[in-house]
């Protein structure tokens, strides 16, 4: 009776947080209350199982969800309504490819996890070390799952771990909202623990499943996250409370939360400096044509070998083999974590809205201006201070390809894109790019430069926004060889889920918010002492790494010195290494700095100008299909009517 009391618990109401249908079968072998004893009987079933909770997480994720195209740095006109602010509770966009319900759903996924570590230990087929690391997987998937959910609606309810009492009636099964910290410390545990459960590295065919810096690199994101202005101390959020009035988030501000965040950032590189593991990918210069993609002269950078300067790196190819697909996942050290492929091409799809409808591409996909601006120039200025000394220009056009004096462009394109850093080459498609599409069958196809001209195929035609609305698009995942005509191919890419830059970067800016002469002492993942304190050296070593390896000078002495600077850097800094990374979002939000960065318009190429008029092309225009809009409601995704009837005790997003 007790076993089949927990089962209808699980399937009634999937832990009372989704429709009861939807999450009763987990696969083929599990339609009835008898195959809850088979389902862990077999090896075979038990790999059915967790399987079926790996597909929750890998059909939602980062790269799917509905507002990886809605911050100040892209856009796509399917995500209009999120731009706009137009959309609601009772009307989510999308239901079964985007919107709320779909991402309510990793509740299916904790669910599954959690009933399989209550079960895999029957199973006579398996070892104790199987069992062991079966159950560290399936403790990831579950800690996963939380944090995909508090990233998006804050406050959620917290699962019981253990079974709760059928006889209570269905008001009674419903749970209200958990605060935020009990979420984040039940997360920070379970990642803790499981890190000591799970391989340091996994076999070329299991590249998706959790190893122990897996575990330990979003333990450091989920804390840095809790650390940050809007869950720590956040007294604009006096009033996110449960069905009873108890207040969700913060109003103290902690400093230690920083300091966990960076003992936690602190066990991956530590990992990474004694299992040779992890490390920024670069790639050595090329001979011949591409001897071009090679940074400026510098008296202090271009003579030292990586990581002190790029003297025996191509920062260009470094940067952008990790997105392209030119480096195998397992063969990439900067590789942490990535989502395995459901079969649909996340990625793929990503490029299919960026690739020009010249090479059969959806052609939609835009970089707002903001975006483009915010690339340094080659030496590392900002385009205003080159700007000041004629260094930057906004008119003219180069005359000759990839010559000395522009060497990353073809002819006939704007010169307000020449001599930018090589992460600008690495991500934008700008007017006059060349798309090699080096796998069409049809010579016309391959190395055609792209215009986005009114009137060309690829521009602006009429009233219909087929086309980027600002002139400019997306190159960050595409490959040489990509092509969608007849006879052509699309590279297949790994999904950099987690990756090392992150927790360099998170490790800086966590140092960075510690008070000057406060030491934390802490204990490691593994119950070690450690100790925590604003160190310049730490942060220059996590921050260097990341700008020699990019092709920018480092800091200078003045910003790790003073917490205001440095903050301004790596609030840029993240924006540019993470483009198109679907973090964007989320990072404006947790430092509540949104509203004045997507309450600005959005401005790009004037799209409406021919090529008879060029010149007045590059004046940046607002998009007039666009009226951007953000109120604080929206740092909290609103959860449907439609769920909130189901489960009595679950409360509304605050403004929803």
Request: a negative charge; charged letters at 25%; hydrophobic letters at 35%.
């Amino acid at each position: 009776m007790k076993k089949l009391v927990y089962y209808i618990l699980l399937s009634i109401s999937a832990l009372s947080f989704s429709a009861c249908t939807d999450y009763i079968n987990v696969d083929k072998y599990f339609y009835d209350q008898v195959s809850l004893d088979s389902a862990f009987s077999k090896r075979i079933y038990v790999d059915g199982w967790l399987s079926s909770a790996y597909s929750v997480m890998n059909k939602l994720g980062e790269y799917k969800e509905p507002f990886r195209w809605a911050s100040d740095d892209l856009y796509h006109p399917d995500m209009k309504e999120y731009v706009e602010g137009s959309y609601s509770a009772d009307k989510p966009k999308g239901d079964e490819n985007a919107g709320e319900s779909r991402l309510w759903k990793y509740y299916e996924g904790i669910r599954k996890a959690s009933t399989f570590l209550d079960n895999v230990d029957r199973c006579p087929e398996l070892t104790m070390d199987e069992i062991a690391d079966m159950k560290g997987q399936a403790r990831f998937l579950r800690a996963y799952c939380y944090w995909a959910l508090i990233r998006v609606f804050g406050p959620v309810p917290l699962i019981p771990l253990e079974g709760l009492d059928a006889d209570l009636s269905y008001e009674e099964l419903s749970l209200p909202r958990t605060h935020f910290d009990e979420i984040v410390s039940f997360i920070d545990t379970e990642l803790a623990e499981t890190a000591r459960l799970l391989p340091m590295r996994r076999t070329v065919n299991n590249l998706g499943r959790p190893t122990r810096g897996a575990a330990l690199g979003l333990r450091a994101r989920v804390l840095l996250y809790a650390a940050s202005p809007l869950y720590n101390g956040n007294l604009d959020f006096f009033n996110v409370v449960d069905n009873k009035g108890n207040q969700l988030i913060s109003q103290t501000y902690d400093e230690s939360k920083w300091a966990k965040a960076a003992a936690a950032a602190k066990d991956v590189i530590e990992l990474a400096k004694t299992s040779g593991l992890y490390e920024l990918y670069t790639i050595a210069p090329k001979i011949g044509t591409l001897d071009m993609y090679r940074p400026p002269v510098h008296p202090e950078y271009s003579t030292k070998d990586y990581p002190d300067g790029w003297a025996n790196i191509d920062p260009l190819l470094s940067y952008k083999s990790n997105f392209d697909g030119s480096v195998q996942g397992s063969k990439n050290p900067e590789l942490i974590f990535t989502r395995t492929s459901d079969g649909t091409g996340t990625i793929n799809d990503w490029m299919y809205q960026a690739l020009p409808r010249t090479i059969s591409g959806n052609n939609r996909l835009c970089v707002t201006q903001k975006q483009v601006n915010a690339y340094a120039m080659n030496d590392g200025r900002t385009i205003s201070e080159a700007a000041n000394t004629g260094d930057y220009v906004t008119t003219g056009f180069t005359t000759e390809a990839y010559s000395e004096n522009n060497p990353f462009l073809p002819a006939k394109v704007s010169l307000m894109y020449n001599k930018r850093e090589p992460r600008f080459y690495a991500s934008i498609a700008y007017n006059g790019s060349v798309w090699e599409a080096a796998s069409a069958s049809e010579p016309r196809y391959r190395n055609q430069q792209i215009f986005y001209y009114r009137g060309t195929e690829d521009g602006k035609q009429g009233f219909k926004e087929e086309c980027p609305l600002t002139g400019m698009t997306l190159k960050k995942f595409y490959n040489s060889e990509d092509s969608r005509t007849d006879g052509g191919y699309v590279i297949e890419k790994t999904e950099m889920t987690i990756r090392y830059a992150e927790i360099l970067l998170i490790y800086a800016e966590a140092l960075n918010e510690l008070s000057e002469g406060e030491v934390y002492h802490l204990k490691t993942y593994s119950n070690e002492d450690v100790e925590i304190k604003r160190d310049e050296d730490e942060m220059r070593y996590a921050i260097k790494r990341i700008r020699m390896r990019a092709g920018v000078p480092d800091y200078s002495d003045d910003v790790y010195e003073s917490p205001t600077k440095f903050f301004e850097k790596l609030v840029h800094e993240r924006q540019i290494e993470f483009f198109a990374e679907t973090q964007r979002y989320y990072d404006l939000r947790r430092w509540k700095i949104v509203e004045e960065h997507e309450g600005e318009q959005i401005y790009g190429c004037n799209t409406l100008m021919n090529e008879d008029y060029k010149d007045m092309f590059y004046l940046p225009v607002r998009v007039a299909e666009l009226q951007t809009s953000f109120s604080r409601k929206q740092y909290f995704w609103p959860i449907s009517f439609d769920e909130l009837k189901r489960n009595k005790n679950l409360s509304q997003a605050h403004g929803w």
